[in-house]
């Protein structure tokens, strides 16, 4: 069965910083790209990152730029995302998702399949 | 984001047939996919690359697009389709970079 199953979420502080984790199985991990999107408390899902399929591309959307780094450890099959200099915008669940067409260089192809998310909450 | 705009909220009566539009500039030149969210779950792709159903997705969800508009056709919509739905495209900047629609809750 294809899976992804995130870890790493937390409370964290402001101004903190957490690493998020998404461990792949029943597929070949280093052939796809993949992506996180998080969702905020009662709203709707926002792109985050997405890293192509042999880590060298990765792509951020402007709110976490300079702030969040997405990697991968193709001999883990493991997915991350290192978050800093969290704020309370940042609370939210985060969901990594596969790309459904193999081989892709870009994080916008469409994904088939997403993890249950890992909730990441910032307060004091 | 404000690349991709969906409704609010769309409802309609069991097996009626629900239109869930979403706009853009990039999808003249992008494909499109669609995802279904029930409460408390992830998403569910229902629809790629524009009109393309994935297996185990029931086939009265369609899709179809226009110019710089898609839309998301459910036929005899049944209670279960309850949900919001979100369109997703690549960023119009040309980016590499995706982006998703606001969401359109379904009530049925």
């Known amino acids: 069965e294809v899976q992804l199953l995130e870890s790493g979420g937390g409370v964290v502080q402001p101004g903190g910083s957490l690493r998020l984790s998404c461990a792949a199985s029943g597929f070949t991990f280093r052939n796809y790209a993949l992506t996180w999107v998080r969702q905020a408390p009662g709203k709707g899902l926002e792109w985050v990152s997405a890293i192509s399929d042999t880590g060298v591309n990765t792509y951020y959307a402007d709110s976490v730029k300079g702030r969040f780094t997405i990697s991968r450890d193709n001999s883990k099959n493991t997915l991350y995302l290192l978050i800093d200099s969290l704020t309370a915008e940042d609370s939210a669940v985060f969901y990594c998702?596969?790309?459904?067409?193999?081989?892709?260089?870009?994080?916008?192809?469409?994904?088939?399949?997403w993890g249950r998310g890992t909730r990441v909450t910032v307060s004091s | 984001s404000t690349e991709l705009t969906q409704p609010p909220s769309v409802s309609v009566s069991p097996g009626q047939t629900a239109r869930i539009i979403c706009s853009g500039e990039?999808?003249?030149?992008?494909?499109t996919y669609w995802y279904q969210q029930k409460a408390g779950q992830a998403p569910v792709l229902v629809i790629y690359?524009?009109?393309e159903r994935p297996s185990g997705i029931p086939d009265r969800f369609s899709g179809s697009s226009s110019g710089t508009t898609v839309t998301l056709l459910i036929t005899g919509v049944q209670a279960e389709d309850e949900a919001d739905y979100y369109c997703q495209s690549a960023d119009s900047r040309g980016t590499y970079r995706g982006v998703f629609g606001g969401g359109t809750r379904l009530t049925v």
């Open positions: 690359k524009d009109t």
């Open positions: 998702a596969k790309d459904m067409t193999p081989y892709t260089n870009y994080g916008y192809g469409g994904y088939d399949v």
């Open positions: 990039a999808l003249s030149k992008q494909y």
